[in-house]
């Protein structure tokens, strides 16, 4: 036996004989000792560990492509697309090197692997995080600590918020019309129109937060609305928004302009992160402004104040400018302060429009040390009384982009339903909505209810038809192009080249953002009925899914039509799909088709690429089966022009959203052959 497969054995062994730990025993630790040169060289996800070799070797042999084939599917989607490339000798040999020392798994629901290796110059513990998908455990998540103790703590600390993410699971509702009768009362009788409520809190309040969820055209439109009321610039005088601070001098130059001329705004934003801000409805709102300003008296005109940390690319030549900026919320609430008591003779309150993971006034999150955001900072120093916080309605999002259905599993969208989906402001310090469990972010899951985050609740319509906002005309330019180019190296290491790009220019650059993001001015990826799920889940309880996925494939006899029609389908949209347009990966081949498997835009590509001279001319689908996942599976075989087959067997599975199966890995062609 070659001695790799005789210590793997011996690791499976000890893997058998671990203990539970005596002081919270959900969870399950073991020892490995084995460095990751010293497991077998297939790929095998099927423990922690060996997941966590395979996922090294494969970042060795193919660099970035790696992740984005072997990290959970939400994560997985945020990434970009990178050619297979691997990293360089040296440090190839590093990883190889490293030791994996111990593994800890919490609920079989999650798990991290610790592994010693050389990092920087001495030696440090890699914290893997990893998660079951289909019978496979992939990376969702990664930390590089000190030393083994500290490791250890950092897990610890995580099992907390495991235990509250069970403990959010809602029970089924037995009478839903009974249930759901008091929370559209309340709207009946306190639910206001949302300017005129916005307004009120103006007038009431020193600093009002208005919470967002970046790149919504109908919020800035509503923003936009606000704005031109009359009322506004009587109650109000500053607007705060989240902009790099070091271009606070473009911001008046704009504003003291006689013309309404955008471009030192295009300039501001240019600075905003590494590649830029380019919404088109953020740059209308200050536009709003100018336009508002000329029709006032130079007393009661608005000011915009840039209130972020400090993006000044022209003087940042090296990573070490980088990190010479602080805590966001910290500095946030520092410049808003300062700006209040450099303008205190102006009795106008204060709008300050952020994100509303920063605008949070109260959070309470299951976490060692307690988050203080911008929100909670400023009711600190100037009184709870004194900043009124607003939520805007959204689905639950991860920080990085994911989704994970509806607020309280669609309650709330039920009950503005009931109300015809009319756009309205209401208190959350009391009544049914304020003592719901505050659920609206993946990142960090609360037992506590929204009332604590917020005081006002901001609704404006269904979030299925909303769009993201359109991409500035021109923002993008060769030489900006460039620029963006010279910041990823500064803060990445790694430039465009190595992110896949054959051109610096504006072209390539906007073609590869809208495979990666969604095509500017189209329907907001992700945020589609079938991926938020049923208005109703709510009745059905926490499981919702996994009720209605698993009662659907024990009776998938019953639907061999629908299954048939659905697969069908799928081949004709790829038939069908735009092969020199092909848009948004996630929405490829065809909106309204879902197919999972890819996790990034290589299948799309390869589909573009290989279809488009060579078609598909017949596909021929088998009988229907149980495949080895246990979901009903057809044989197929794909006839291509030039007398090419393609053959394999298509697993369909159920989505509870949609209420339809969808094809499930069985075509990742790019995966398994070259032409």
Not at 60 to 70: D, H, K, Q, T, Y
Not at 346 to 368: K, Q, W
Request: charged share 25%.
């Amino acid at each position: 036996m070659p001695r790799h497969a005789f210590v793997y054995c011996l690791l499976c062994s000890v893997a058998r004989l671990c203990a539970a730990d005596p002081i919270n025993p959900s969870v399950r630790a073991y020892t490995i000792n084995c460095k990751v040169r010293d497991f077998p060289t297939n790929e095998d996800l099927s423990t922690p560990e060996a997941a966590y070799a395979s996922l090294t070797r494969a970042w060795v042999a193919e660099g970035e492509a790696a992740f984005s084939r072997l990290s959970v599917r939400e994560l997985a989607r945020t990434m970009p697309v990178a050619p297979k490339q691997p990293i360089a000798v040296k440090e190839a040999e590093k990883w190889l090197e490293a030791e994996v020392l111990e593994v800890h798994v919490y609920r079989e629901t999650n798990a991290v692997v610790f592994a010693k290796i050389n990092f920087g110059g001495k030696e440090r513990m890699d914290m893997r995080w990893l998660a079951p998908e289909n019978g496979r455990w992939l990376n969702s998540g990664n930390n590089m600590v000190e030393t083994l103790d500290e490791a250890r703590s950092v897990f610890s600390s995580q099992c907390p918020i495991e235990d509250v993410k069970i403990k959010l699971s809602r029970p089924p509702i037995a009478n839903p019309q009974e249930y759901l009768h008091p929370f559209v009362e309340f709207l009946r009788r306190e639910a206001d129109d949302p300017r005129k409520f916005l307004l009120q809190a103006l007038a009431d309040h020193r600093v009002v937060i208005l919470g967002e969820v970046h790149h919504r055209p109908r919020y800035w439109a509503f923003n936009s609305s606000l704005v031109r009321d009359k009322a506004f610039a009587e109650r109000a005088g500053v607007i705060y928004m989240e902009l790099p601070g070091n271009d606070q001098p473009l911001v008046e130059q704009f504003l003291a302009a006689p013309t309404n001329d955008p471009q030192p705004i295009i300039e501001m934003l240019r600075d905003m992160q590494f590649s830029g801000w380019p919404d088109q409805a953020e740059l209308e709102f200050i536009k709003t402004v100018w336009e508002v300003n000329h029709g006032l008296p130079k007393e009661q005109q608005l000011r915009i104040v840039l209130v972020d940390m400090k993006w000044p690319w022209k003087d940042i030549k090296t990573r070490a400018g980088l990190e010479l900026y602080g805590d966001r919320n910290q500095v946030m609430a520092d410049n808003v302060l300062r700006d209040l008591r450099e303008h205190s003779g102006d009795p106008r309150h204060a709008l300050f429009i952020v994100g509303y993971a920063h605008a949070m006034e109260n959070p309470t999150f299951s976490r060692v040390e307690p988050w203080k955001p911008t929100g909670w900072r400023l009711c600190e120093k100037l009184g709870r009384t004194n900043v009124f916080a607003v939520f805007p309605h959204s689905p639950v999002l991860a920080d990085q982009g994911g989704i994970n259905g509806r607020i309280a599993l669609g309650l709330f969208e039920t009950a503005f339903a009931a109300l015809t989906n009319r756009p309205m402001a209401f208190p959350l310090d009391h009544g049914s909505f304020g003592e719901q469990v505050f659920d609206a972010s993946m990142d960090e899951p609360t037992t506590e209810p929204f009332r604590h985050f917020f005081q006002a609740y901001l609704y404006l319509g269904p979030v299925e038809d909303e769009t993201l906002s359109p991409l500035i005309p021109n923002f993008y330019t060769d030489g900006f192009v460039k620029e963006v180019d010279r910041r990823l190296q500064l803060w990445r290491g790694k430039g465009l080249r190595e992110m896949g790009f054959k051109r610096l220019d504006a072209a390539s650059f906007i073609e590869f953002a809208g495979e990666e993001e969604g095509q500017w001015g189209v329907l907001r990826p992700g945020w589609s009925a079938r991926s938020l799920g049923p208005l109703s889940a709510w009745e059905f309880g926490g499981d919702w899914k996994q009720k209605m996925v698993a009662v659907n494939i024990k009776n998938w006899q019953q639907d061999r039509v629908a299954i048939r029609k659905e697969a069908l389908r799928l081949f004709d949209a790829i038939r069908q799909a735009d092969y020199e347009h092909p848009g948004y990966y996630l929405s490829f081949p065809s909106p309204d088709v879902e197919y999972q498997g890819a996790t990034d835009a290589s299948w799309m590509r390869w589909i573009c690429q290989h279809f488009r001279t060579n078609p598909i001319v017949a596909v021929d689908l088998g009988e229907r089966t149980m495949n080895t996942n246990g979901l009903p599976a057809m044989s197929y075989r794909v006839s291509l022009k030039n007398g090419e087959k393609l053959e394999g067997v298509l697993p369909m599975n159920y989505n509870p959203g949609s209420k339809k199966w969808y094809g499930f890995e069985g075509l990742d062609w790019h995966l398994k052959r070259q032409f």
